[in-house]
């Protein structure tokens, strides 16, 4: 079935460090494609969306690019803060033309001052 | 402000025990989720209900059922035939059926000794 594959946490970076959370997905034809965030105790925020091939979601200085051709969605940031210390969680919709997300198992991520 | 109430934060119980969590939305919308999360595998769609008096199964529903009489609430029971209820539980919305986005609740820690 559709799944969402996310590179293992924790990812520990220094501030102002560049950060990369890789994404990838195998859902058939094109679905939508997310990156939501939890911050500690918290539910799960949206932090920026791609719904086709070569769009670019941006939000709070993070980025993705839908890829197709390598069925990609990896989140990236120029330089993180330590507020940005928190689970992010890939996501596409999800199988059988249903608008329910699929999730990835999230990726730590912890920066030091 | 609109958004999603979980209650209580922190709920424990005994083992055998069913035990009820509430979710409220009042951002007016048609449907509403319930996830299941557990370290290091995401989420997990228990239940879901894209309009009131009607509702799905989702990836994982033993042990576990729902109700949908009024819009705003979609309360979930975790019965004793689950066998492992202990989990961090979030409870989710979207506009409707057709809606990518979710708007989480803060999430409800069940302990069950």
């Known amino acids: 079935g559709d799944s969402v594959t996310q590179m293992e946490g924790p990812v520990t970076l220094s501030e102002e460090a560049f950060l990369t959370i890789n994404c990838t997905y195998t859902?058939?034809?094109?679905?939508?494609l997310f990156w939501y965030v939890q911050y500690p105790g918290e539910g799960l925020q949206l932090l920026l969306k791609?719904?086709?091939?070569?769009d670019k979601g941006s939000n709070k200085g993070f980025e993705a690019t839908y890829r197709k051709e390598t069925t990609s969605f990896h989140l990236e940031k120029g330089s993180v803060q330590v507020s940005d210390s928190a689970v992010y969680f890939c996501?596409?919709?999800?199988?059988?033309?249903?608008?329910?997300?699929?999730f990835g198992r999230g990726t730590s991520l912890i920066v030091h001052p | 402000d609109g958004g999603i109430t979980q209650s209580p934060k922190y709920l424990f119980r005994k083992e055998g025990q069913n035990v009820t969590l509430s979710c409220e939305q009042n951002?007016?919308?048609?449907?509403m989720y319930w996830y299941r999360q557990d370290p290091g595998q995401g989420l997990r769609l228990i239940y879901y209900?894209?309009?009131?008096?009607?509702?799905q199964k989702g990836d994982i529903a033993e042990g576990y059922s729902v109700s949908r009489e009024k819009k705003e609430s979609f309360p979930l029971t975790v019965t004793s035939a689950q066998k492992n209820p202990t989990a961090f539980y979030l409870c989710?919305?979207?506009?409707?059926?057709?809606?990518?986005?979710?708007?989480f609740g803060p999430g409800t820690r069940l302990t069950v000794t």
């Open positions: 996501a596409q919709t999800k199988r059988g033309g249903s608008y329910i997300p699929t």
């Open positions: 209900s894209q309009i009131v008096n009607d509702f």
């Open positions: 791609a719904t086709k091939a070569d």
């Open positions: 859902a058939t034809g094109y679905p939508s």
């Open positions: 989710a919305s979207s506009l409707d059926r057709r809606s990518y986005e979710q708007y």
């Open positions: 951002l007016n919308h048609d449907a």
